[in-house]
């Protein structure tokens, strides 16, 4: 009897995506054709919790298996140690080819993790990984720490333009999609790989900036539905920030929210 051969995977994933900012979840403004025929041709878990609701442990926690606790990431900079036994290394270790194209956000000296290759602009190692002080890190991220991210300035540049991030998105995607020619396609070696692949898409927005093409912009402008204003100050220290600032968020919140369509539909174009 032939064994069934093992399935190719797609994985992909974007970043600061809100639930509810999807057609297939209910919202009739925002135009997701992609997103929403994945979601009638597969399953929706509507009911699914983030171990970590800071960025890099959340990723970490995904790669690992492992809760914060467990993979010794639970702040922004910390990353697994090299070697770790991720999905990745055990999906390499029963034959597949696994590529990730795009964001993973790994911080330490091991960049890969357990990927046969790696395709994108995010592959870098932080200071602490190469001797400085490690708590200088976490301290520069610290929100009580001015000098990272200006929460003010995030809110009111928000409009039509150039979004850096949607550049790394653009290259990401290039590099995916030539792997796929050059694995599918190519007959330069009269050969083609017959391992199973794993293949991760990981894209950069929604992440703010609050930046989309002008298009986009002018499409959702008039068309954004407003969220109720929140009560009361979220004293978490990532948080915190931007509900002390009601006045920029009242200014120019039709915008901000504009341009996040506008990011939601640029992401689901590129998948």
Same mark, same amino acid.
């Given at each position: ?5 093992? +399935?190719?995977? @797609?994985?992909?994933?974007?970043? /600061? ?15 997701? +054709? ?17 171990? !970590? &609701? ?10 690992? =298996?492992? @809760? +914060? ?7 922004? =900079? ?29 911080? =330490?000296?091991? /960049? ?31 929100? !009580? ?9 995030? @809110? ?32 330069? $070696? ?5 391992? +199973?692949?794993?293949?991760?898409? !990981?894209? /950069?927005?929604?992440?703010? &900036? ?8 002018? $499409? $959702? ?15 978490? &220290? ?7 600032? &009601? ?25």
């Amino acid at each position: 009897m032939l064994r069934e051969k093992p +399935p190719n995977i @797609l994985f992909l994933m974007d970043d /600061q995506h809100r639930y509810d900012v999807a057609g297939f979840m209910g919202n009739s403004v925002v135009r997701t +054709p992609t997103l929403d025929f994945l979601a009638r041709s597969g399953v929706v878990f509507d009911n699914a919790y983030t171990p !970590s &609701p800071i960025c890099v442990p959340g990723r970490q926690c995904i790669m690992s =298996g492992q @809760l +914060p606790a467990t993979n010794g990431c639970k702040r922004y =900079g910390d990353d697994l140690p090299p070697f770790s036994p991720t999905f990745a290394k055990q999906l390499t270790a029963v034959g597949y080819q696994t590529v990730c194209a795009g964001k993973l956000h790994h911080q =330490g000296l091991d /960049q890969m993790q357990g990927w046969l290759r790696r395709i994108g602009m995010d592959q870098h190692v932080e200071n602490n990984y190469l001797g400085a002080d490690v708590e200088k890190l976490h301290q520069n991220y610290n929100k !009580s720490n001015p000098g990272m991210w200006d929460l003010r300035k995030e @809110l009111t540049m928000a409009g039509a333009g150039i979004n850096p991030f949607k550049v790394n998105d653009d290259y990401t995607v290039t590099g995916a999609l030539n792997f796929i020619r050059e694995r599918f396609c190519g007959t330069w $070696y009269d050969r083609t790989d017959q391992r +199973p692949l794993l293949l991760k898409v !990981s894209l /950069q927005c929604p992440h703010y &900036p609050f930046i989309c093409s002008e298009p986009k912009f002018n $499409y $959702y402008i008039n068309r954004i539905q407003q969220y109720p204003q929140r009560s009361g100050i979220i004293e978490h &220290p990532f948080a915190k920030d931007w509900t002390h600032n &009601p006045s920029v968020l009242s200014a120019k919140s039709n915008a901000q929210i504009a341009a996040y369509y506008g990011m939601v539909e640029e992401v689901d174009e590129a998948f």
